[in-house]
């Protein structure tokens, strides 16, 4: 595999807040014996100096700023209208955000739809997973009504609006009412999402995942993780973040190849920790180093790309052959998993 550099970077997937307002079962963040939030996770924003120094028209020109978190919600940050405004005066080609979309206010949804507006390729995607009888089952916390005023308020004052639509068994019914409210309500597109994750609710309200993903499936048929690591190492690998030219960047302002290897730092797994153990605990912190550093970086410049070649090196981090095996669905054109149907 080629190294990642920044100008072959088109996404920067960015986690600006490790804050949210929603305790959805299968999340990095949520504890599934409590359903809160994991203690080890501290709650932290990114500064709006940080962000702007960081990324300024140098490091964002004609690239994609994607607001989607990993472990918080964007719109939980303490001024991310601020952060709106640096985006939409910048040389991004176009950025967009991520949300449940259950908190703040309609004003602050006018705000944000006056700020994205200037921008026809900028838009919000709503992570609704059902109607008001369902999508509480799965994106907890969230409140019909609160969301239902935040929606108006957006696409009133112009904003563009994208339905992101999980499709479980207790809400797979509802896709055709789901298309019918979502162009009443005027989104421009709805995504509905085909995926391994799924809940199922007991007497006392609890939530839990009910159906192994694709990787945890094959991993079952192994009696010993160690037979199983062994097993993933003899698999090719093809790097889904350098395929589709992104990175992953935290709400702590480390940069990571992908959301795979950065949701094992809260908790903080032994994966993570052997790379802390070989580089130092700030090796790809945003905070001691450039974009362009952390990336010539000899993890990222040389043992990165060495092991996507060779997954049997004693360097590999086990979450790339882990996560894309080509045996495995992620690294498959994206349409042959998500099907994208417009209104």
């Known amino acids: 595999m080629q190294r990642i550099t920044i100008d072959h ?49 140098k490091t964002l020109n004609k690239k994609c700023m994607v607001f989607n978190g990993v472990y918080g919600d964007a719109l939980a940050h303490y001024d991310f ?43 919000t995607v709503f992570s609704i997973d059902g109607l008001e009888d369902t ?3 799965y994106r907890r916390f969230c409140i019909w009504g609160k969301l239902m005023e935040n929606i108006e308020a957006f696409i009133k004052a112009g904003g563009k609006a994208q339905w992101d639509f999980l499709v479980f ?12 409210l979502s162009k009443k309500l005027g989104f421009a597109d709805i995504r509905i999402k085909h995926t391994n994750r799924n809940v199922f609710q007991d007497k006392s309200n609890d939530v839990y995942p009910s ?42 302002m480390k940069l990571w190849p992908c959301c795979w290897i950065y949701d094992k730092d809260y908790p903080r797994q032994k ?9 130092g605990e700030n090796f790809n912190s945003l905070y001691y180093h450039s974009i362009e550093d952390v990336l010539n970086h000899t993890w990222f410049k040389e043992h990165l790309p060495m092991t996507i070649d060779n997954p049997k090196s004693k360097l590999t981090h086990i979450q790339c052959p882990n996560m894309c095996q080509n045996v495995f669905k992620v690294n498959k054109p994206q349409e042959k998993w998500v099907s994208y149907e417009a209104i």
């Open 9 to 57: 970077i088109y996404y920067y997937n960015i986690d600006i807040t490790s804050k949210c307002n929603a305790g959805c079962p299968d999340c990095a963040r949520t504890d599934l014996k409590t359903g809160k939030k994991i203690k080890e996770l501290p709650l932290q924003d990114w500064s709006v100096e940080n962000f702007k120094n960081i990324f300024n028209n």
């Open 81 to 123: 209208l601020e952060i709106a405004e640096h985006c939409s005066r910048s040389t991004l080609e176009n950025w967009k955000v991520h949300t449940n979309g259950a908190l703040r206010s309609p004003d602050f949804f006018k705000d944000l739809a006056d700020i994205q507006k200037t921008n026809k390729n900028t838009y």
């Open 135 to 137: 999508n509480h089952i």
């Open 169 to 180: 068994d207790h809400n797979a019914h509802q896709i055709e009412d789901v298309k019918k």
């Open 211 to 252: 159906e192994l993903n694709s990787a945890e499936q094959i991993r079952k048929k192994f009696s010993q993780k160690e037979d199983y690591n062994n097993w993933a190492k003899e698999q090719k690998i093809t790097c889904f973040a350098h395929k589709h030219q992104q990175v992953d960047i935290g709400f702590d």
């Open 271 to 279: 994966c993570n920790q052997e790379l802390y153990d070989r580089y």
